[in-house]
């Protein structure tokens, strides 16, 4: 059997035709799966931090396990549940377990590394890190308050020393009153993959 050029010509645009559905189909697949994982490494990573909070709290020292992180309820209000969704959780969220409280008082939200997502991830936990960095800052500085005392020869600080110094007696420079983790991401707190 000869094929005649015509033929081929029709069999190339249809193998190119096809090529290019698929490419496109797996495109789509791609930004929707990504999307997907973005979405659920937001949750997860508000999941844990609220987890990591509620046992800073209850403990006063950080986890050094999933396990004992398990030891806690928490509710943030996501498609999640902590505890029993561990399991799934564990796959978009890392933990650093070999921190002290001390070491992530002294972190900054912008550097802070105690709980990281796995994938790119939208970026509206950071208010949930706020919350457990002032907590962490709140246990650490109620510890270190107990093992020094003021000596008996010296005065409280004043309140306008109290103002200008620590803020209430507590170390704090991120806003209690944000709440990322309890509403839909927007474009603005994408992550840029990093």
């Excluded at 930004?31 to 937001?42: F, K, M, P, R, V």
């Excluded at 990591?52 to 509710?75: I, M």
């Excluded at 650490?140 to 409280?156: E, M, N």
Aim: proline share 7%; charged share 25%; glycine share 4%.
């Amino acid at each position: 059997m000869v094929l005649r050029p015509k033929m081929i010509r029709a069999k190339v645009r249809y193998v190119a035709l096809a090529i290019t559905l698929l490419l496109i189909a797996s495109t789509v697949y791609w930004i929707g799966s990504t999307a997907y994982d973005a979405e659920q490494a937001l949750w997860a990573t508000c999941v844990v931090s609220a987890a990591a909070e509620q046992y800073v709290s209850q403990h006063g020292r950080w986890p050094t396990s999933w396990k004992e992180l398990e030891s806690v309820s928490a509710s943030v209000g996501t498609v999640y549940s902590w505890p029993s969704d561990s399991a799934e959780i564990q796959k978009y969220v890392d933990v650093d377990f070999s921190l002290t409280l001390p070491e992530i008082a002294d972190q900054e939200i912008d550097d802070f590394r105690a709980i990281k997502p796995k994938v790119p991830a939208y970026r509206a936990y950071r208010p949930s890190f706020a919350r457990l960095l002032e907590m962490a800052r709140k246990v650490v500085d109620a510890q270190r308050a107990k093992k020094k005392p003021l000596p008996k020869h010296s005065t409280p600080p004043t309140d306008q020393t109290k103002q200008i110094g620590t803020f209430g007696g507590q170390r704090s420079n991120v806003r209690a009153n944000v709440r990322g983790c309890h509403g839909p991401p927007s474009l603005d707190n994408r992550a840029s993959g990093d």
